[in-house]
């Protein structure tokens, strides 16, 4: 649950920069429970995201320089063992429909 954990890490991140109430760096990684280093391993990731983002001193908080809407959503699903279906991949073709049915090319 590693990575939703994450994605959930990320939404709260972009609310509290958008809304201007992150703090100073070392007050932005406690409200996240993070080191200060992870903290900018974070940010990062949210400037790859092509994110305008900047610190200001005097406000002592992160902001997004110009407009920046950040929606992340995930899908979580347990496949049960009589939902699995095999998957072939390689130079072996073997033409399968959705259902499992096995066509011919002949």
């Known amino acids: ?7 959930e ?3 709260k991140m972009h609310l ?3 809304s201007e109430k992150t703090g100073t760096p ?3 990684a406690r409200k996240l429970c993070l080191s200060r280093s992870q903290l900018y391993n974070e940010l990062d990731m949210i400037k790859e995201l092509d994110a305008p983002l900047k610190y200001c001193k005097k406000r002592e908080s992160f902001y997004y320089e110009t407009s920046f809407e950040l929606i992340l959503d ?4 347990i496949i049960v063992e009589d939902e699995a279906k095999q998957i072939f991949g390689g130079s072996y ?5 959705l259902d499992g049915t096995l066509i011919s090319l002949l």
């Open 93 to 97: 073709f073997r033409p399968i429909l």
């Open 16 to 18: 509290l920069i958008s």
């Open 74 to 77: 995930y899908s979580l699903k």
């Open 26 to 28: 070392s007050v932005f």
């Open 9 to 11: 890490r990320i939404k």
């Open 1 to 7: 649950m590693n990575f939703i954990k994450q994605i």
